[in-house]
């Protein structure tokens, strides 16, 4: 018989116990909320009076159904206010020695057939279970911040919880409107244990002054639609929840890529620990406050004192759909482009592709006829390098190859007038490696946009150690006014969003690899836990398994570390010709 939870005990009124009593009052739930004294209830409240007003400010609450809301949370200081509930959630700070001591209190005060629940992050449920005479009634509910709003719930079995106690569970967080996901007692759960590597990596990049804190995170919102950058994201969860938790798998799992940053423990020392103090990698205007303000590492909104080279006229060589789309973006903006391809008819079918996209974008009434002619007459097709030798400025957007692209930069060494500036679009491949090709080093860049380019408005910039600082003021100048979203960073694999996103892809093909989780509940807990628009599983089918799989091999071969080494089922799945939507069958089959 499914048992039911009526009378919920929640312990601890932080943001997230705070939030989960809300979840569970919204629902028509009785619920006991207990802190350590009256400060901490006073918090707690002061949370759920924000987020209940906050609800009534957007019209998805009225005052009346606030005030019914309120008045089915009581308040206590002891947790003996909870000897007759049904179901206890326990929210207290991530720590085991302070869990197991609410656990072993509430073992004595509870009837033996209340089940108890941890909405630990990281730390072991079976650990927290042992310090109870149930351990079979100890499960892991771990909710989502904010809990009023994110669907998924993590539903932590043990080796020794009771199947009926699962189901129970499992059926409750689905009255409560969330989806829930069933897995094992491992360090992170699903989502954790993929966001906080990926964390814990742009953390790294942070401290080793590869990008700053702005443009990684606009890396991350531009280039891959994440809600939030990593460093927000950080300041938002709390920089001392973060580093127990990444310090939890580390102990788990060894894997050196959950060792937390160093400067993770140097910002908690110093007190930054995010948006609850007022200051983590960002300042904020006062404690728990969301609103960013300027400090002495904001950039300055100013132009720089470098001077930029005039461009005018641009020229892109190769037909693919990032070349085509290159062109767009220039001749819309008013550049004079040369598309220069290696055969008439490849020059002439990739001018066509331009026109059926300004033809469709015409259609949906987002540009008018004249501009679409006026755009079109801007590109001039070019089969010979030297038609390129007026340009101010060659993208090239060739095959991913670096024989192909060194050879390319050895043509436009010799055909373009000095002082032109050189870039190429690779995604990978060392840019260091087309400057070399060239007498010219200085001039030569890394424009990296992203697919499509008409759409999509990062592009990297990247920098090499013989890049001219005008070049690279030229680059960002020309990026601003094509109404895109540069960030800077060095000429590195994976530059910044690869090189962040392909290990995270790599380490979910691991946990399905170890039958930890299938491929729907990763994506699930990734899209829902953490508001991707698209689960890992979903991204590499898209993207394709055998790129993937190139840019995997690449970072592991730059960076040396047995992280990224390619998780052997996707290189299973490459061989066996699972490519993923391009070939109708990768991790998923597609019809």
Same mark, same amino acid.
């Given at each position: ?30 619920? &006991? ?16 009076? =924000? @987020? ?22 009581? $308040? /206590? ?25 609410? !656990?072993?209190?509430?073992?004595? +005060? ?20 042992? =310090? ?78 590869? %990008? ?30 973060? $580093? ?36 983590? !990698?960002?300042? $904020? ?18 132009? @720089?004192? &470098?001077?930029?080279?005039? &461009? ?6 190769? *037909? ?5 789309? +290159? ?40 540009? @008018? ?7 079109? %007459?801007? +590109? *001039? ?45 690779? /995604? ?19 424009? =990296? ?21 005008? &070049? ?7 990026? +601003? ?13 994976? !530059? ?18 170890? =039958? ?39 970072? $592991? ?6 992280? !990224? ?27």
């Amino acid at each position: 018989m499914t048992r039911q939870f009526t009378k919920v005990g929640i312990v601890g009124l932080g943001t997230m116990g705070a939030g989960i009593a809300e979840v569970l009052a919204r629902t028509g739930l009785t619920v &006991v909320a207990v802190d350590v004294d009256e400060a901490g209830l006073a918090r707690g409240r002061g949370h759920l009076d =924000h @987020s209940t007003g906050r609800a009534v400010a957007g019209g998805k609450l009225d005052e009346a159904a606030r005030a019914e809301l309120l008045a089915r949370i009581s $308040y /206590s200081t002891s947790l003996d206010a909870l000897a007759d509930v049904d179901l206890v959630i326990e929210a207290v700070p991530e720590s085991m020695e302070l869990k197991a001591k609410v !656990f072993a209190e509430l073992d004595r +005060i509870c009837r033996p057939e209340v089940v108890f629940a941890s909405n630990t992050s990281a730390l072991s449920i079976t650990e927290i279970g042992v =310090h109870t005479g149930r351990p079979g009634k100890v499960v892991g509910m771990h909710f989502f911040n904010p809990a009023p709003v994110l669907k998924l719930v993590e539903v932590v079995r043990t080796v020794v919880t009771e199947p009926d106690v699962v189901t129970d569970v499992v059926a409750f967080a689905e009255s409560l409107g969330k989806s829930p996901v069933v897995i094992g007692d491992r360090a992170g759960f699903i989502a954790n244990a993929l966001l906080f590597g990926y964390l814990n990596h742009a953390v790294r990049m942070y401290e080793t002054r590869y %990008a700053t804190r702005e443009d990684l995170d606009a890396a991350m919102r531009y280039g891959c639609g994440y809600p939030m950058g990593p460093l927000a994201l950080l300041d938002l969860i709390g920089l001392d929840t973060a $580093y127990e938790i990444l310090d939890t798998m580390y102990h788990q799992s060894r894997n050196r890529l959950h060792a937390p940053a160093p400067l993770l423990k140097q910002m908690i020392t110093a007190g930054l620990l995010g948006r609850k103090s007022g200051r983590g !990698f960002y300042t $904020y205007d006062a404690p728990d406050s969301p609103t960013v303000v300027p400090d002495s590492l904001t950039p300055a909104a100013a132009s @720089s004192d &470098v001077p930029t080279r005039e &461009v005018q006229r641009v020229g892109v060589i190769g *037909t693919g759909t990032m070349a085509t789309g +290159i062109v767009e973006v220039f001749a819309k903006r008013g550049y004079d482009v040369v598309l220069r391809a290696r055969s008439r008819d490849k020059a002439e079918g990739a001018v066509g592709k331009v026109r059926k996209s300004l033809d469709k974008a015409v259609s949906r009434g987002k540009l @008018s006829e004249a501009d679409r002619d006026a755009t079109l %007459a801007r +590109i *001039t097709p070019a089969v010979e390098f030297a038609d390129l030798a007026d340009c101010d400025l060659v993208v090239e957007a060739v095959a991913e190859e670096l024989e192909i692209k060194k050879s390319v930069f050895q043509a436009l060494d010799e055909v373009c007038k000095p002082g032109a500036v050189l870039a190429t679009t690779t /995604s990978s491949l060392p840019v260091i490696e087309c400057a070399a090709a060239t007498s010219r080093p200085g001039d030569v860049v890394g424009l =990296h946009f992203f697919n499509p380019a008409q759409v999509m408005k990062l592009v990297e910039i990247v920098e090499t150690i013989a890049t001219s600082a005008d &070049v690279v003021a030229t680059a960002r100048r020309i990026c +601003i006014d094509l109404g895109k979203v540069p960030v800077h960073c060095g000429d590195r694999a994976g !530059f910044i969003v690869n090189a962040l996103l392909f290990p995270y892809l790599n380490d979910a093909v691991k946990m399905l690899e170890a =039958h930890y989780a299938d491929a729907d509940d990763i994506d699930n807990a990734m899209k829902v836990g953490c508001s991707l628009p698209m689960g890992p599983f979903e991204l590499l089918d898209v993207v394709g398994l055998d790129v993937s799989l190139a840019i995997e091999r690449t970072l $592991y071969l730059e960076f040396r570390e047995a992280g !990224f080494a390619p998780a052997p089922l996707l290189e299973h799945l490459v061989t066996a010709g699972r490519l993923g939507r391009k070939t109708g069958k990768g991790f998923r089959d597609y019809t």
